[in-house]
C-alpha cells in the first residue's frame, strides 16, 4: 500500500508539474509574438519540436516504428487537419486576443469532444456533464464579454479581438477532432501516434508559412529581439511540448485518468496567475467567469469519479 500510495504522489506531482508548464505557455506566446508572427511562431515551435520527437522514437522504438503501415491516411488526416490545423489556429488566435480568455476557451476541449461523440457516435454524455458544460460555458461568456461589455461594443471596437477567439474556438476544435482521430490509431504508442502526425503537420505548417510570406503576413525578429526570442521559442517547443509531454505520460500512467482530468482543469488558473504576475488587471466577471469554468471542470470531474465503481478485491 505504500508503494502505491508512493506512486500516486510522484504522479500527482509529474502531471501537475506537465499541467504548470501548459498553463504558462499561452502568455509566453504571446509575448513572443511581440516580435513574430504566428506562423512563423508555430512553424518554429513545431520544427524543433518533431526533431525531439523524431530523436526520442527512434531511441524507444528503433526505426521500425517510423512505419506507417495501413494507417498512413489516418495518421496524415490527423497530422494536417488535427494538430497542424489547431496550431495554426490557436498560435494565430492568441495574436488577437488575450492568454487568459484563449486559455479559457481551450479549456472547454473535454466538453466539446463530448458533444462531437453524441452527436457523430450517438454516445449521449451523462446529465452531470451537460449541466457542468452549460455552465462552463456560461463563464466563457462572462470571460468573452468581460461582463459589463456588451456584445455589441466587442463586435463594433474589438473585432480583432472577438475574430481571435473565434479562431481560438476554432483551434480547439481541430485538437478534438485530432484526439479522436489518434484514439483509432491501434497498436501505436504515444510516441509514435505523436511523432508520425507531427511529421506531416510539420510539412503543412511550412507550406502555410510559405503562403503566408508570399502575401507579406510573416514578421521575422529582428536581431535586437534574439536574445527575448530564444528563451520564449525554447519554452514553447521544449519545454511545453518535449519536457511536458515526458512528465505528462510518466504521470498518467502512474494515476487515474480521471485525476489527470481533475488536474488539467486547473491549467486556466495557471495561466490566470501568471498574467497576474505579469501585471495584468482582470475585472470581477473575468474572474467570475474564470471561477466558473475551474468550478464546472472540477464537479464534473469529482462526480464522474463517484459513478465509477472499485472493483471488489478478492
Known amino acids: 500500500m505504500a508503494l502505491n500510495a508512493s506512486a500516486s504522489t510522484k504522479g500527482l506531482i509529474l502531471t501537475l508539474c506537465a499541467v504548470v508548464l501548459w498553463g504558462m505557455q499561452h502568455p509566453i506566446s504571446k509575448n513572443a509574438m511581440g516580435s513574430m508572427d504566428g506562423f512563423t511562431l508555430t512553424l518554429l515551435r513545431y520544427g524543433i519540436a518533431c526533431v525531439g520527437f523524431v ?49 479559457i476557451i481551450l479549456a472547454l476541449q473535454p466538453a466539446l469532444s463530448a458533444v462531437i461523440q453524441w452527436f457523430v457516435v450517438g454516445k449521449r454524455p451523462p446529465t452531470i456533464t451537460i449541466v457542468c458544460m452549460l455552465f462552463a460555458f456560461l463563464g466563457i461568456v462572462l470571460v468573452v464579454t468581460r461582463g459589463g461589455q456588451s456584445l455589441d461594443f466587442l463586435i463594433k471596437s474589438n473585432s480583432n479581438q472577438l475574430l481571435g477567439e473565434v479562431l481560438v474556438l476554432l483551434g480547439a476544435l481541430a485538437w478534438v477532432i485530432y484526439t479522436l482521430l489518434c484514439s483509432r490509431l491501434v497498436g501505436w504508442s504515444s510516441w509514435k501516434a505523436t511523432t508520425l502526425t507531427c511529421l506531416p503537420a510539420l510539412a503543412l505548417i511550412f507550406v502555410t508559412w510559405l503562403i503566408a510570406y508570399a502575401f507579406g503576413q510573416v514578421r521575422l525578429p529582428t536581431a535586437q529581439a534574439y536574445p527575448q526570442i530564444i528563451w520564449q521559442v525554447a519554452y514553447v517547443s521544449l519545454a511545453r511540448v518535449l519536457l511536458a509531454m515526458l512528465l505528462w505520460n510518466k504521470g498518467t500512467q502512474l494515476i487515474s485518468s480521471l485525476d489527470s482530468l481533475l488536474l488539467l482543469s486547473l491549467m486556466p488558473v495557471i495561466t490566470f496567475a501568471y498574467r497576474a504576475f505579469e501585471g495584468a488587471k482582470f475585472n470581477l466577471y473575468e474572474l467570475l467567469g474564470a471561477l466558473i469554468v475551474v468550478a464546472a471542470l472540477v464537479t464534473n470531474n469529482l462526480l464522474l469519479r463517484q459513478r465509477v465503481k472499485p472493483v471488489a478485491k478478492v
Do not use: W, Y
Open 55 to 103: 530523436a526520442i522514437l527512434l531511441f524507444l522504438e528503433g526505426k521500425a516504428a517510423f512505419n506507417f503501415g495501413q494507417q498512413r491516411k489516418l495518421a496524415l488526416l490527423a497530422g494536417t487537419l488535427g494538430m497542424a490545423g489547431s496550431a495554426l489556429l490557436v498560435f494565430n488566435g492568441i495574436n488577437l486576443t488575450t492568454p487568459e480568455v484563449a486559455v
